[in-house]
């Protein structure tokens, strides 16, 4: 997936400079590229500015250009991570009047595993504070989508219980990722399927009166 900065208005906040030919934008997807390889490697307080532009065979200069510093790239991290889920989302929030819980906690948890293997970084990330400024409205952004798909599984939700379904389907899905991910491979799968069961009984409880 190539991620073109210049298209994302939050990366001007934490870019020095931002691209306007394609050919830019692609020297900045391998400058993420490397620094994802990087800290899921070593971490994010091992990896250094020097190490992502060795990786990325640029000048120390080059990688300047774009971020000004290691916060500056974290934070352009957690945009693509964001995007990714965001693209990912639409489509299962679009039809999810039409879906079953089971349906739909199948397709959330299959969504965070392919997440999680194209976004390596994401858990030496997520174990650190790195500061990135976010209007509370495209906080809540998610929650309201998928609030306005509960409600239009099951009408006879309101919107403040459909808001409240969504939060804690959010908060299942966070809590399936701290699991997940430290786990060894050969165990990943099992612990996949029992979220889905968990998540499943409990959207069934609240969209379809305990029918799955």
């Given at each position: 997936?190539?991620?073109?900065?210049?298209?994302s208005?939050?990366?001007?906040?934490?870019?020095r400079?931002?691209?306007?030919?394609l050919?830019?934008?692609?020297?900045?997807?391998?400058?993420?590229?490397?620094?994802?390889?990087?800290i899921?490697?070593?971490?994010?307080?091992?990896?250094?500015m020097t190490?992502?532009?060795e990786?990325?065979?640029?000048?120390?200069?080059?990688v300047?250009?774009?971020f000004r510093?290691?916060?500056a790239?974290?934070?352009?991290?957690t945009?693509?991570?964001?995007?990714?889920?965001?693209?990912?989302l639409?489509?299962l929030?679009?039809?999810?009047a039409?879906?079953?819980a089971?349906?739909?906690?199948?397709?959330?948890?299959d969504?965070?595993?392919?997440?999680?293997a194209?976004?390596?970084e994401?858990?030496?990330?997520?174990?650190?504070?790195?500061?990135?400024?976010?209007?509370?409205?495209?906080r809540?952004?998610?929650?309201?989508?998928?609030?306005?798909?509960?409600?239009?599984?099951?009408?006879?939700?309101?919107h403040?219980?459909?808001?409240l379904?969504g939060?804690?389907a959010?908060?299942?899905?966070?809590g399936?990722?701290?699991?997940y991910?430290?786990?060894?491979?050969?165990?990943?799968?099992?612990?996949?399927?029992?979220?889905?069961?968990?998540?499943?009984?409990?959207?069934a409880?609240?969209?379809?009166g305990?029918?799955?």
């Amino acid at each position: 997936m190539w991620y073109y900065v210049s298209m994302s208005s939050d990366l001007s906040i934490v870019n020095r400079r931002v691209p306007q030919q394609l050919r830019a934008s692609l020297r900045v997807n391998t400058f993420l590229d490397s620094a994802a390889e990087l800290i899921a490697e070593v971490g994010y307080e091992a990896a250094t500015m020097t190490a992502i532009a060795e990786r990325s065979n640029a000048s120390i200069g080059s990688v300047y250009q774009y971020f000004r510093d290691k916060e500056a790239v974290a934070q352009a991290l957690t945009v693509r991570s964001r995007d990714y889920i965001d693209s990912h989302l639409e489509p299962l929030i679009s039809e999810a009047a039409h879906l079953s819980a089971n349906e739909i906690a199948i397709r959330l948890i299959d969504l965070m595993v392919g997440f999680y293997a194209n976004h390596p970084e994401y858990l030496p990330l997520s174990e650190v504070r790195v500061k990135f400024p976010r209007k509370q409205e495209d906080r809540n952004g998610l929650r309201n989508r998928m609030a306005d798909a509960f409600t239009a599984n099951n009408p006879a939700l309101t919107h403040d219980e459909a808001w409240l379904t969504g939060n804690v389907a959010l908060q299942i899905v966070k809590g399936f990722g701290a699991l997940y991910i430290p786990a060894e491979p050969a165990v990943r799968t099992g612990i996949a399927a029992e979220f889905k069961s968990a998540l499943g009984a409990y959207l069934a409880t609240r969209l379809t009166g305990g029918k799955s």
